[in-house]
């Protein structure tokens, strides 16, 4: 089954961009970044900028990390995946990131979200950004839950 991802989150002003590989289901369902609750990101990224996101309803969390000069997108445009597991993204299409230069001109450092993601940071660093490769934020990635909200806090913190 193709999946889609969704538009870039971002404007003049962004930042930090943080990158995941592609919608999973509960996400699209819900037509939102990191839609599941069992997923970690909206918990990872409040603690790291000091605002309880998880709390908020969906555009007031887009709304903040934009105020927080934060943006999100997914490296894939779209892909095949049963599921909503990223091992099983086939036959992935990648979306055209020198668009970034003009969306985000501001834009100094790109995180991804997990391994899947971060496969294409080489791509973003010979770009000229800054880059970090983050512990997934995915609910099965719970294990040394205090590393990875160390990591998340020192790439996000500013």
Known sequence: MIKRGFPAVLDENTE????????????????????????DFWRLVGRAIGENLQDMDYETRLETLKRNRIGLWDVFKAGKREGSEDSKIREEEVNQFSILKEMAPELKLVCFNGKKSG????ILRVMGYKTKVLPSSSGINRRNLKMRESEWEAALKR
């Open 16 to 39: 930090i961009l943080i990158m995941g590989s592609l919608p999973g289901d509960e996400s699209i369902r819900r037509q939102q970044y990191y839609g599941h609750p069992g997923n």
């Open 119 to 122: 496969k294409y940071e080489p």
